[in-house]
């Protein structure tokens, strides 16, 4: 709706993310190059991660987290492999009679649920870039952070 978009150039004007500016009477936003955008914008983006869960089972078929980051750096992988799903994958995979572990003692994957689905933008079944920055930023661990550096300088912007 009109309100909607008078909203959103409002909230990107004061998050001071792009550049604004009205030929007549429409407005346009721009930004200059894709690599910027995403410095101006990721601090206002959130984790996909919704929940984290242990299970006892097989692979699945999105890597995330560490072992997704693992992949895309020279980082180690996890003890444990992490996948990704969104909520509804998981509700049809508790149907088939998949259980929460209480922890991770005696599972076989770590299960990161998504706010969205992470096959969208996931290629070779691996969690996208950007998502998996977000996922991983909030955590301190020093390797960690320089194999998150190492991977976004690998972006071709």
């Given at each position: 709706?009109?309100?909607?978009?008078?909203?959103?150039?409002?909230?990107?004007?004061?998050a001071?993310?792009?550049?604004?500016?009205?030929?007549?009477?429409?407005?346009?936003?721009?930004f200059?190059?894709?690599?910027?955008?995403?410095?101006?914008?990721?601090?206002?983006?959130?984790?996909?991660?919704k929940?984290r869960l242990?299970?006892?089972?097989?692979?699945?078929k999105?890597?995330?987290?560490?072992?997704?980051?693992?992949h895309?750096?020279?980082?180690?992988p996890?003890?444990?492999?992490?996948?990704?799903?969104?909520?509804?994958q998981?509700?049809?995979?508790?149907?088939?009679?998949?259980?929460?572990?209480?922890?991770?003692?005696?599972?076989?994957?770590?299960?990161?649920?998504?706010?969205?689905?992470?096959?969208l933008?996931?290629?070779?079944?691996?969690?996208?870039?950007?998502?998996?920055?977000l996922?991983?930023?909030?955590n301190?661990?020093?390797?960690?952070?320089?194999?998150?550096?190492?991977?976004?300088?690998?972006?071709?912007?």
């Amino acid at each position: 709706t009109l309100m909607t978009i008078n909203r959103v150039f409002a909230e990107l004007k004061a998050a001071q993310i792009g550049e604004f500016f009205q030929e007549g009477r429409e407005r346009c936003w721009t930004f200059s190059d894709k690599r910027t955008l995403w410095k101006q914008a990721a601090a206002f983006l959130r984790s996909p991660v919704k929940k984290r869960l242990w299970l006892k089972c097989h692979q699945l078929k999105i890597l995330a987290g560490l072992t997704a980051l693992s992949h895309l750096s020279f980082l180690a992988p996890p003890p444990l492999p992490v996948f990704a799903a969104n909520k509804h994958q998981w509700e049809i995979w508790q149907k088939l009679g998949y259980e929460a572990l209480p922890s991770a003692d005696d599972a076989d994957i770590e299960l990161e649920i998504w706010h969205y689905d992470p096959e969208l933008f996931a290629k070779n079944n691996i969690a996208d870039p950007f998502s998996l920055y977000l996922s991983l930023k909030a955590n301190q661990d020093e390797r960690i952070e320089s194999a998150l550096e190492e991977m976004m300088e690998k972006i071709e912007w």
